[in-house]
């Protein structure tokens, strides 16, 4: 007779066959930096490339991706693992035809799943892999558990930085935090840095050299430059509007930056040894750090 564990390895192993989406990761080292906002837009770019989006806010409590977009959802993570409901009741639907997923308490409560409820998940899980392209994933700021086993799961991790120098000192607590998570691994692990509300590119570039001097110097792990993004007024008058600046105002500085960071991601091969794995190799990671099956 086959045991639980056999089953719900076979299970897993059979739905791994199936395409993976490629999962990208935004985090921070301190809040208040604009990340959700980077998130939302960058989704919508990479939509109108013709990739298919879902975002997934997994910034616990704060509902940064519903109130950018001015929807609140009716079921989240939660639901989904806990209440019985289907993938397609906790995806709500957002503007441009992109997708996203509350996070609600699903993904804090990982440790309470039992066997059935880890094979529902995974199930699901393989079904949203094969409707979507790209899963962004919204993280909360800072080196939270949570956070850091999303940035380490992920295909692709982007951190968002300013000229604040609190942010600056945050994010290196971040790559610090991430490169002693990694301590050991023999393949090197890459962060892609953005820096937002710069003056131009330049500012930008500098920001990223002053950040990397000091990672190239104390730490292993990778710091690349993905792009900045200008201090924009027409994206703030957006986030106040609940409207992405990507729809409100399509020509603004902002989203002429954000369409060539999405152009780059869209075509991104990713960094390492690592191959695409998916959400449910990222949930199947996540439940493995926290329970340890």
């Given at each position: 007779?086959?045991?639980?564990a056999?089953?719900?390895?076979?299970?897993?192993?059979?739905?791994?066959?199936?395409?993976?989406?490629k999962?990208?990761?935004?985090?921070?080292?301190?809040?208040?930096?604009?990340?959700?906002?980077?998130?939302?837009?960058?989704?919508?770019?990479?939509?109108?490339l013709?990739?298919?989006?879902?975002?997934?806010?997994?910034?616990?409590?704060?509902?940064?991706?519903?109130?950018?977009?001015?929807?609140?959802?009716?079921?989240?993570?939660?639901?989904?693992?806990?209440?019985?409901?289907?993938?397609?009741?906790?995806?709500t639907?957002?503007?441009?035809?992109?997708?996203?997923?509350?996070?609600?308490?699903?993904?804090?409560?990982?440790?309470?799943?039992?066997?059935?409820?880890?094979?529902?998940?995974?199930?699901?899980?393989?079904?949203?892999?094969?409707?979507?392209?790209?899963?962004?994933?919204?993280?909360?700021?800072?080196?939270?558990d949570?956070?850091?086993?999303?940035?380490?799961?992920?295909?692709?991790?982007?951190?968002?930085?300013?000229?604040?120098?609190?942010?600056?000192?945050?994010?290196?607590?971040?790559?610090?935090?991430?490169?002693?998570?990694?301590?050991?691994?023999?393949?090197?692990?890459?962060?892609?840095?953005?820096?937002?509300?710069?003056?131009?590119?330049?500012?930008?570039?500098?920001?990223?050299?002053?950040?990397?001097?000091?990672?190239?110097?104390?730490?292993?792990?990778?710091?690349e430059?993905?792009?900045?993004?200008?201090?924009?007024?027409?994206?703030?008058?957006?986030?106040?509007?609940?409207?992405?600046?990507s729809?409100?105002?399509?020509?603004?500085?902002?989203v002429?930056?954000?369409?060539?960071?999405?152009?780059?991601?869209?075509?991104?091969?990713?960094?390492?040894?690592?191959?695409?794995?998916?959400?449910?190799?990222?949930?199947?990671?996540?439940?493995?750090?926290?329970?340890?099956?």
């Open positions: 007779m086959i045991d639980q056999s089953h719900l390895r076979s299970i897993i192993k059979k739905n791994q066959q199936s395409p993976a989406s999962v990208i990761t935004v985090t921070s080292g301190k809040g208040g930096v604009g990340k959700s906002s980077i998130s939302v837009n960058l989704a919508i770019q990479l939509q109108k013709g990739n298919r989006i879902i975002i997934m806010d997994a910034d616990f409590g704060l509902a940064n991706i519903e109130v950018m977009l001015g929807i609140r959802p009716v079921y989240n993570l939660a639901d989904l693992i806990f209440k019985g409901r289907k993938l397609n009741e906790i995806i639907q957002g503007p441009e035809g992109i997708g996203f997923i509350s996070g609600g308490s699903g993904i804090q409560e990982l440790t309470r799943l039992t066997n059935d409820q880890i094979i529902g998940l995974n199930q699901s899980l393989c079904l949203l892999d094969e409707m979507t392209d790209i899963i962004i994933i919204d993280t909360g700021a800072g080196i939270g949570s956070v850091m086993e999303f940035a380490c799961s992920s295909d692709e991790t982007i951190l968002v930085v300013t000229p604040d120098p609190t942010s600056i000192t945050d994010a290196y607590a971040v790559l610090k935090a991430l490169d002693k998570k990694f301590e050991g691994d023999s393949v090197q692990f890459t962060i892609k840095m953005l820096a937002n509300r710069v003056e131009n590119y330049k500012e930008g570039k500098e920001l990223y050299n002053k950040l990397s001097v000091v990672v190239n110097k104390f730490l292993k792990i990778k710091l430059f993905l792009g900045a993004v200008p201090q924009d007024a027409l994206l703030s008058k957006a986030v106040l509007r609940q409207m992405p600046v729809l409100s105002s399509p020509k603004a500085p902002s002429q930056a954000l369409r060539q960071i999405a152009a780059v991601l869209g075509d991104y091969e990713i960094t390492g040894s690592k191959q695409a794995g998916g959400i449910r190799m990222l949930f199947r990671n996540l439940i493995k750090g926290k329970t340890g099956r």
